[in-house]
C-alpha cells in the first residue's frame, strides 16, 4: 500500500461587486470589444474596502469543507497561495486558520503568483504522501485590485479579486493500482521557475526594495508568447509520466490568463474545446484563485464527477509555471 493524496471536496467564493468592461471604459481608454476580443473577459469581481484577501479565503475554504464532508478540527495543514497577502507579516494562512476557528495546525502562504495554486497543491501533496499530514487545506485567494495601476489600460482589464479551495486528504491506495485503472486523487505534478524573466511580470514595489506596496506591470505580448509553449510542455511531462493521452482527459482546467492562450494550448496539443472548463468571461484573471474557481463551478453545475480525468495548468510571474493531472 502507497499513500497518495486526494481531492475530497473544492468551494470558492467570489466578492459580490460585479465590475463590467463598460465599467472599465469610463476609466481608461478602452472598449468592450478591445476587451472582449483579445481576453475573452466580460466581468469581473472587485472587493469592497472593508474586504481582504483572508475573508475571500476564509469563505471559500469554509464551502471546500463542507463539500469534503470535513470539519475544521480535521485540517492538520493550511496552505494560502496568494501574491496579495492582507499584511507583510505575518502569512494570511495563520490569518485564516483563526478565522476558521482552527490553532494547532501548520499553516503558510505560498508566492507563486498565478502559478500560486499548483505550487500549492503540488506541496500538499507531498506532505499527505510522506504521511506527516493527513488533511489539507489548500486556498488560491486573491485580492489583485488592490495591486492594478487604474491608468494603466494594458493591465487593469485584465485581473479580478476571488477565492478558491481544495480540501486534500491522504489515503492508502494499492501499489499495483495504476493510475489509468482508476486510481482517484494527484496522479503527477509539475512546478517550473525560471527567474531570468522576472522583468516580463512583476509588481513595482516591496518591502525590502522601495517599502511601498507597488504596482503590477507587465509586458503582456512577451508573457503571451512564453505561455503556450511553457504550459504545453508541462502538460505533456505530466501526461508521459503517468502514460496518458492529452487527447484521454476528461476535463481541461487552465488558469484563466486569457481565452486566446487557451485556445492555443487546445490547439497545440489537439484537445476538443468541449474539453475546457472556462469561466474567464465571469472572472478575469484571479491569479491563484482562477484554477480553483474554474474548478468549483465546474463540479458545481455537474461537468467534473468522481472519476474524471482533470488537467490543471498555469503559468505566471517568475516566471513560474506547471501542470497537475489528477482523478476527482
Ligand atoms: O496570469 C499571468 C500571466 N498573464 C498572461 O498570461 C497574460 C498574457 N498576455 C495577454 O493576455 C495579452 O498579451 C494581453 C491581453 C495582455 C494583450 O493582448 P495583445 O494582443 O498581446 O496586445 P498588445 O499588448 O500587443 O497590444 C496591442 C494594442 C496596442 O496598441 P498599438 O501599439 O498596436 O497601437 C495597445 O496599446 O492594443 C493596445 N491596448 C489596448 N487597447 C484598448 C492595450 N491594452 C488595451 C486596452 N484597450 N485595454
Redesign the pocket.
Known amino acids: 500500500m502507497t499513500l497518495r493524496s486526494y481531492v475530497a471536496g473544492c468551494g470558492a467564493h467570489l466578492p459580490e461587486k460585479v465590475l463590467t468592461n463598460d465599467d ?1 471604459t469610463k476609466i ?4 468592450d470589444d ?2 472582449q476580443g ?2 475573452g473577459i466580460s466581468e469581473r469581481r472587485i472587493v469592497e474596502d472593508n474586504e481582504f484577501t483572508s475573508d475571500l479565503a476564509a469563505a471559500a475554504a469554509k464551502k471546500a469543507l463542507e463539500n469534503a464532508g470535513k470539519s475544521a478540527s480535521d485540517v492538520d495543514l493550511i496552505i494560502v497561495a496568494t501574491a496579495t497577502p492582507d499584511l507583510t507579516f505575518p502569512a494570511t494562512a495563520a490569518i485564516v486558520q483563526a478565522k476558521l476557528g482552527i490553532s494547532n495546525c501548520t499553516a503558510f502562504d505560498l508566492q507563486a ?2 502559478s500560486g495554486f499548483i505550487y500549492a497543491v503540488s506541496t500538499a501533496d507531498k506532505f499527505l504522501r510522506s504521511g506527516s499530514h493527513k488533511c489539507a487545506l489548500v486556498i488560491g485567494a486573491e485580492t489583485f485590485s488592490r495591486i492594478l495601476d487604474w491608468e494603466d ?7 479580478g479579486d476571488g477565492a478558491g479551495a481544495f480540501v486534500m486528504t491522504a489515503q492508502f491506495v494499492d501499489d499495483d493500482m495504476s493510475e489509468q485503472q482508476g486510481f482517484s486523487g494527484i496522479i503527477e505534478t509539475e512546478i517550473q521557475c525560471d527567474g531570468q524573466y522576472v522583468d516580463l ?1 512583476y509588481v513595482d514595489g516591496g518591502v525590502s526594495r522601495t517599502q511601498t506596496t507597488g504596482h503590477l506591470r ?7 508568447r ?2 503556450i509553449e511553457r504550459i504545453s510542455s508541462a502538460m505533456v511531462t505530466v501526461c508521459d509520466r503517468s502514460g496518458i493521452y492529452p487527447k484521454d482527459i476528461d476535463w481541461f482546467v487552465p ?1 484563466q ?2 481565452e ?2 487557451i485556445h492555443g494550448i487546445v490547439t497545440k496539443l489537439e484537445l476538443r474545446s468541449e474539453q475546457v472548463v472556462s469561466t474567464i468571461a465571469k472572472h478575469g ?1 484571479t ?1 491563484a484563485a ?1 484554477i480553483p474557481l474554474a474548478y468549483s463551478t465546474a463540479v458545481e453545475d455537474g461537468r467534473i464527477k468522481s472519476g474524471d480525468l482533470v488537467m490543471l495548468e ?4 517568475g516566471l513560474t509555471w506547471g501542470a497537475i493531472l489528477l482523478r476527482a
Not at 28 to 31: E, I, K, Q, S
Not at 314 to 317: C, V
Request: glycine share 8%; proline share 0%; hydrophobic share 40%.
Open positions: 472599465i481608461v481608454d478602452t472598449t478591445w476587451i483579445r481576453t503568483v498565478c489600460r494594458t493591465t487593469c482589464v485584465l485581473f511580470l507587465m509586458q503582456g505580448n512577451k508573457v503571451f512564453q505561455a488558469h490568463a486569457n486566446r492562450i484573471n491569479s482562477s498555469a503559468m505566471g510571474g
